[in-house]
């Protein structure tokens, strides 16, 4: 999607934020149930979703702050502020950090990380969120767009149709 203000911005996040909760309404008592993503639950799923999401909310409040950017889920190989290219440690280490923590945690982290996001979002001017190249550690993009296409497209990219069918075995 293309993005042309703030509030295309957070509009995209709200609209993420209701994905999930369709979701997760939708699994009801199925949240631990395996097969949402090969031998992970739901609750697993959306514990790698937002632990992903902790990176873009990274990204946003270390521009917010004018501050270095330090990434919760890098590798410590990973270089200052980058990520690796494999993800799969890093996805396997959310897993094994997440996996036996409650439900109710695991969406109550979920729903905080959009509310710092949006945060995020709504403190930064529009130059900050558009002016391509402004962080050292973004060169090249935009900051808003960069982030939110990130967030967005990794739930409906890589994860949402299998959620569906998930959903659809009930």
């Known amino acids: 999607m293309a993005y042309a203000s703030k509030a295309d911005l957070l509009e995209a996040?709200?609209?993420q934020r209701a994905n999930i909760d369709r979701v997760v309404d939708e699994a009801g008592d199925r949240m631990e149930e395996s097969g949402a993503m090969d031998d992970w639950t739901l609750k697993d799923v959306v514990a790698h979703l937002t632990g992903w999401r902790q990176n873009s909310v990274a990204r946003m409040e270390a521009a917010v702050n004018n501050g270095p950017l330090l990434l919760?889920?890098?590798?410590?190989?990973?270089?200052?502020?980058?990520?690796e290219d494999d993800y799969e440690p890093i996805n396997q280490r959310m897993y094994e950090t997440n996996r036996n923590r409650p439900v109710s945690e695991v969406l109550l982290e979920s729903r905080d990380s959009f509310d710092r996001l949006e945060a995020?979002?709504?403190t930064l001017s529009e130059d900050d969120?558009?002016?391509?190249?402004?962080?050292?550690?973004?060169?090249?993009?935009?900051?808003?767009?960069?982030?939110?296409?990130?967030?967005?497209?990794?739930?409906?990219?890589?994860?949402?149709?299998?959620?569906?069918?998930?959903l659809d075995r009930a």
Do not use: C
């Open 120 to 122: 995020a979002v709504s």
């Open 13 to 15: 996040i709200r609209i």
């Open 129 to 166: 969120l558009f002016t391509p190249g402004r962080y050292p550690w973004l060169p090249d993009h935009a900051l808003g767009p960069a982030v939110i296409d990130g967030t967005v497209d990794h739930f409906h990219g890589e994860h949402e149709a299998g959620i569906r069918a998930f």
């Open 72 to 83: 919760p889920w890098r590798n410590d190989d990973a270089g200052a502020g980058g990520e």
